[in-house]
């Protein structure tokens, strides 16, 4: 009965196919790290890509409240404080 950890393929056996499985492993190890990098830099293009757009919106959105204005028109609520007997009261001025 043959040990399960001293089995070899006939392939892997010589100096050569050691060469080979090693060289293999490098490859599949070198593009395992690529896929990775390549994931990751997607990642971080789509967040800046979403990252712009919610700026570009933010920006339009401000824009557009400064030339259309308060939804209440021009009329601003002004807090007028006096002092009084009692102390300081606010009054809402027109």
């Known amino acids: 009965m043959t040990d399960a950890r001293q089995a070899n393929t006939d392939f892997f056996a010589s100096r050569a196919g050691r060469i080979v499985r090693d060289v293999l492993a490098a490859l599949i190890a070198l593009a395992f790290l690529g896929l990775v990098i390549f994931l990751a830099a997607m990642l971080t293009a789509a967040f800046l890509v979403l990252a712009g757009i919610a700026l570009?919106?933010?920006?339009?959105?401000?824009?557009?409240r400064k030339l259309r204005g308060s939804p209440r028109g021009s009329e601003d609520d002004v807090l007028v404080a006096?002092?009084?007997p009692d102390g300081w009261t606010v009054d809402l001025g027109r």
């Not at 570009?56 to 557009?64: D, Q």
């Open 56 to 64: 570009l919106a933010g920006g339009a959105y401000w824009l557009w």
């Open 82 to 84: 006096t002092r009084g």
